[in-house]
């Protein structure tokens, strides 16, 4: 019997991967994740409550479960890399890394010494195997998940499992209903981890020192106050603080100049919230790559945005990417995914991007 170590988060969709592989006839065995450990303001630690349904989960499948901390992995490899990139001015994604360092490198690693021939999440992804392995969109294209798991090597996914890739989130609970697993309701968890339900500004602050400064027009008229620049993220319209004014259109966050502490701002959708292609410098590929010159692709510069037709040149290990429709708020150091058909190729880092 095949033993497959699944990452049990306390959420509902791992909780049916390990079922389905149970009834598949896998030998499973749960592990909790423990990637961020600090305490509420009740001085109790806010991964219990997720542990506590890993447990009630367990025994509603039947399985043995165990946690593992791996907070020190996280803080290093994933934590350090989000404060740095957020002081460049840049908008980092920490799941993309959690991926590629936490879930398929430690976690799988530990699996391993437990005996592991398969490591599983509850991830909305699918993948086929033939002469190479390959990354696939889900089913349910309003879930899907490979924009996470862009960083991903094709080795790390050999012998990884993804239940849950043929599956609709409605089927997935619905499953979880019928089998009596008591998660079956619980809501999915939003933002990055290690801010949860928190002001994500105050908790920021206790990282990187804030300094207020101006908010200014593309041309340099002041038109307000900012609290930080690392606070505010590219097409941003609320909490800006800046009244009407000009011809009465909301304004729009359009650039952070970090070395002037400025926030740039635009008044309405203006043409300059948009951006004709974009260059990722150092291209990860999982498992097919692009052939040099021109193809054409789909793509995604965020998660849940609806597939993108682009061209993509390459240049080595250079990608300039070409919409054939405007994107709006182009971020740098978010990720740029690509896709041919339903196979994920990969990703990178924007580092620029071109109107």
């Not at 409550?49 to 039947?62: E, F």
């Not at 934590?79 to 590629?100: I, S």
């Not at 009244?243 to 970090?258: H, I, S, T, Y």
């Amino acid at each position: 019997m095949k033993k497959v170590v699944v990452g049990l988060s306390g959420g509902v969709d791992s909780a049916v991967a390990a079922l389905l592989l149970k009834r598949e006839g896998y030998d499973v065995i749960g592990l909790f994740m423990r990637n961020w450990v600090e305490e509420d303001e009740c001085g109790r630690c806010t991964a219990d409550d997720d542990y506590y349904d890993v447990r009630r989960i367990a025994d509603a499948i039947g399985i043995d479960y165990y946690a593992e901390d791996f907070s020190k992995e996280y803080y290093d490899k994933v934590f350090k890399h989000f404060v740095e990139e957020y002081q460049k001015g840049r908008t980092p994604n920490p799941d993309v890394l959690c991926n590629r360092e936490i879930k398929f490198d430690v976690f799988a690693s530990f699996a391993r010494t437990m005996g592991a021939d398969y490591v599983a999440t509850g991830h909305y992804a699918a993948l086929s195997h033939g002469e190479r392995t390959r990354l696939l969109r889900s089913r349910d294209e309003n879930k899907d998940q490979t924009y996470f798991l862009n960083q991903v090597t094709e080795e790390q996914i050999g012998n990884a499992l993804f239940p849950l890739g043929e599956l609709e989130k409605g089927e997935v609970r619905e499953i979880a209903r019928q089998a009596g697993i008591p998660v079956w309701e619980k809501k999915d968890s939003t933002g990055i981890c290690f801010i949860g339900e928190r002001n994500f500004r105050k908790f920021l602050s206790e990282y990187i020192p804030m300094k207020p400064g101006d908010i200014v027009t593309p041309d340099g008229v002041v038109v307000g106050r900012h609290e930080g620049v690392y606070y505010y993220t590219i097409g941003q319209r609320k909490g800006l603080g800046v009244g009407g004014g000009g011809n009465g259109e909301p304004w729009f966050v359009l650039d952070k100049d970090v070395t002037n502490n400025r926030l740039i701002v635009t008044q309405g959708e203006t043409a300059d919230l948009y951006s004709k292609g974009l260059t990722v410098e150092s291209f990860h590929y999982i498992s097919e790559e692009l052939p040099e010159g021109e193809s054409r692709v789909l793509a995604r510069i965020r998660h849940r945005q609806p597939l993108q037709e682009a061209t993509a040149l390459r240049e080595g290990d250079r990608v300039r990417l070409t919409f054939d429709k405007p994107q709006r708020a182009v971020a740098e150091g978010q990720y740029a995914v690509l896709y041919r058909d339903r196979v994920c190729l990969g990703g990178g880092v924007i580092e620029s991007k071109n109107k």
